[in-house]
């Protein structure tokens, strides 16, 4: 079973969890690949060079200048800083950002209604480059950052629970057995935002349709559930939100989709 | 002929002479390999950030501070611009610092004389790696940050010209011809520094020892032909210093050392 495990940029700045994370991590069995955000870092890189960060629905607006700070930020000190400590733990990672290999190839954004700028979503993964790395016993470490699908040789700052969810649908497809883990601040997905004991178990199609009418799931777990059942009508077997310090639990204590 | 490229942080921030740099390299036949520096826009970055650049003889004192920097900016926006540029070239180029799949170890320098703090020099090239990359027909684009050779997961900031002469001379010991090109600022090694048509065509050992008891060569060349010695003592065939701008001339316009 391939897993692929995306943490957010909440974890990695955080010494503590981020050692335990990868500790973790370092101890799956199989192959594995680990996609990163790290938009914390960059907000507060971005603030201490004088930038304004602009966001709309959790997302960010990205023009030239601020594609060059998430670049250096999420490819540059976040990717390498977890790749040498998983090398420190054994894993022999490699970090990739999109432009690497062509690994990940992306469609930019429409203007309309909003216009994100420099933003894609990927279209796009080099799935024979991830083959050959997973039988060299590599570990992908990916960034959310890819290249345009145009030919154009643009970077797009990309959302890192897309990236996530693209890498497991491609591989899916292409019939290897996939899980994906969406690593987050919560145990899992709560029934009741103030009650953190609520996780709920598993969600389907039907349970999900009925918490989003209920009104019990919202805002930005719905973009993050949607990349998850996308993923699963790619064949991926299933796809588990849950906390970064869980992991190892079975179905990682969290929530499972399928 | 294996050619392994080196261009300083002079050029990738100029935008003339990066692409045209680029698209030169992209017609080189045959196995390439590009080595970047980065330290002019690292200082850059420093001084927004508010940082105070130190140097001791052309080599930067790293701190952790200085350390995040330089992962972000060479690792980060200047490796993966290039990497995405030789993409649109039709190159297929992978980004890669030393840590990246244990690509190149490094030991950490003595505090004595000078600490310069997080700082290495390279002891280990993984050749299988760059082998596979190569049959893959991959371009690996290194960047100077290199992973401890202790196994302490610690990232050092290395100097870009000896990153390229361990490339060199470890694919030469493994029994494959190459040549290594330094780029910089002249149109190769001169012989009057206010004179810049006084290129000395090709220096060997010992005219290199008469050109440096003479005082004709001195300061920030003196490492830079050390490194390049250094090379050919490992069985590299060839290097060359010469302008960024005429790598496609016979013998790259420059001073060819043997």
């Known amino acids: 079973m391939l897993k692929i495990v995306k943490i957010g940029g909440n974890i990695v700045e955080d010494p ?14 199989g192959d594995k690949i680990l996609v990163h955000g790290g938009g914390v870092v960059a907000t507060d890189m971005l603030k201490k060079l004088g930038y304004e960060p602009k966001m709309h629905l959790g997302r960010r607006i990205t023009n030239p200048a601020t ?11 976040i990717n390498k800083s977890i790749v ?3 090398q420190k733990l054994g894993v ?7 432009a690497d290999g062509g690994f990940i190839l992306s469609k930019r954004r429409s203007t309309v209604p909003i216009n994100y700028g420099l933003v894609g979503d990927p279209t796009y993964v080099d799935t ?7 039988d060299l016993k590599m570990t992908i470490v990916a960034a959310p950052i890819t290249l345009e699908n145009t030919g154009s040789g643009q970077l797009l700052n ?44 598993s969600i389907n199609r039907n349970s999900y349709a009925s918490l989003k009418d209920s009104g019990a799931i919202f805002g930005g777990m719905l973009p993050k559930l949607d990349n998850a059942f996308k993923a699963i009508d790619k064949g991926v077997a299933r796809v588990v939100i849950c906390s970064a310090g869980s992991i190892l639990e079975p ?8």
């Open 92 to 98: 022999n990672a490699i970090g990739l950002s999109g």
């Open 84 to 86: 040498a400590k998983l």
């Open 16 to 29: 503590g969890k981020i050692d335990k994370f990868l500790s973790d991590f370092a101890s799956l069995k």
């Open 251 to 258: 179905g990682c204590g969290g929530t499972t989709l399928q």
């Open 158 to 201: 990309t959302n890192a629970d897309t990236v996530a969810s693209a890498i497991a649908g491609a591989m899916a497809e292409m019939g290897v057995e996939t899980e994906l883990i969406y690593c987050f601040e919560e145990r899992g997905v709560l029934l009741d935002m103030g009650d953190e004991d609520s996780v709920i178990p």
């Open 67 to 77: 594609l060059r700070v998430v670049t250096s930020v999420y490819a540059g000190v």
């Open 128 to 134: 024979t480059l991830t083959r050959i790395l997973l």
